[in-house]
């Protein structure tokens, strides 16, 4: 920018999917679902009691699951399925049998809850696996790899909860980062923008002007992040004062 010349950007940004992300509480997900587990133990415990009784009277599967909500694996496996949850059944045999999907027994053979599967539905709609969000941002930004993914939750920058041994990433959290991949630009990739214009700025006088407020910017994650409508009108107003 020349000298002596000010450059005011009139464009105003406002964007409720970096609000969204802003405000995503991830200690109060933490104690919602300690509140969750802890509903699910006295519901097991429940079910459990009446599971042995419901076998001490021969109850068919057919009655345990119309009127007492107990599913046997592979109906269970299929009301998953049904509700959006895609699991290969060998995997879901496996987390059965490693105890992070609860169930009780009646006899011999082993039923879940109507509860824990709800449960499941329930996190799969609000919730991702880290290889699903990778997958999913990586659509917006085809050059990260996994290790900087994983990184960027290590260091908070990308908010993630452990539910059990499995930490997951709010959806929202996901589908705002791919919007600001889509609609903002990164310092870097600003810098690069205003350099193929023809518009000659140093990284530490270009950050200046984000300290100082002169270029309306976001802040995610510990970085900064300008929206390309803002460095649209930052560019045509650069080039006017060229000529």
């Known amino acids: 920018m020349p000298r002596g010349k000010k450059i005011i950007i009139e464009t105003e940004v406002d964007d409720d999917l970096v609000d969204k992300f802003r405000s995503i509480d991830i200690e109060g997900?933490?104690?919602?679902?300690?509140?969750?587990?802890?509903?699910?133990?006295?519901?097991?415990?429940?079910?459990?009691?009446?599971?042995?009784?419901?076998?001490?009277?021969?109850?068919?599967?057919?009655?345990?699951?119309?009127?007492?909500?107990?599913?046997?694996?592979?109906?269970?496996?299929?009301?998953?399925?049904?509700?959006?949850?895609?699991?290969?059944?060998?995997?879901?045999?496996?987390?059965?049998?490693?105890?992070?999907?609860?169930?009780?027994?009646?006899?011999?053979?082993r039923y879940i809850p109507r509860s824990v599967l709800d449960d499941i539905t329930n996190t799969k709609n609000d919730f991702c696996t880290v290889k699903e969000a990778y997958e999913e941002y990586k659509r917006a930004n085809p050059k990260i790899n996994f290790r900087a993914f994983i990184g960027r939750i290590e260091k908070g920058s990308i908010?993630?909860?452990?539910?059990?041994?499995?930490?997951?990433?709010?959806?929202?959290?996901?589908?705002?980062?791919?919007?600001?991949?889509?609609?903002?630009?990164?310092?870097?990739?600003?810098?690069?923008?205003?350099?193929?214009?023809?518009?000659k700025i140093k990284r530490n006088a270009f950050e200046r002007r984000l300290d100082r407020g002169r270029i309306p910017h976001v802040k995610i994650g510990g970085r900064r992040?300008?929206?390309?409508?803002?460095l649209k009108e930052l560019v045509g107003k650069e080039l006017r004062l060229k000529k």
């Open 29 to 109: 997900i933490k104690k919602k679902r300690n509140k969750t587990e802890r509903g699910l133990s006295g519901s097991i415990a429940s079910v459990f009691k009446a599971a042995q009784m419901l076998y001490k009277q021969k109850a068919s599967e057919e009655e345990l699951e119309e009127r007492h909500d107990l599913y046997s694996v592979r109906s269970a496996y299929e009301y998953l399925k049904n509700n959006g949850v895609y699991i290969s059944f060998r995997a879901f045999g496996g987390r059965i049998e490693r105890g992070t999907i609860p169930f009780v027994k009646v006899g011999r053979k």
């Open 159 to 199: 908010p993630s909860v452990k539910f059990g041994t499995r930490r997951l990433v709010p959806r929202e959290a996901i589908e705002a980062l791919t919007h600001i991949s889509d609609n903002y630009h990164s310092v870097s990739q600003a810098i690069k923008e205003l350099r193929k214009e023809g518009i």
């Open 225 to 230: 992040f300008i929206h390309e409508d803002v």
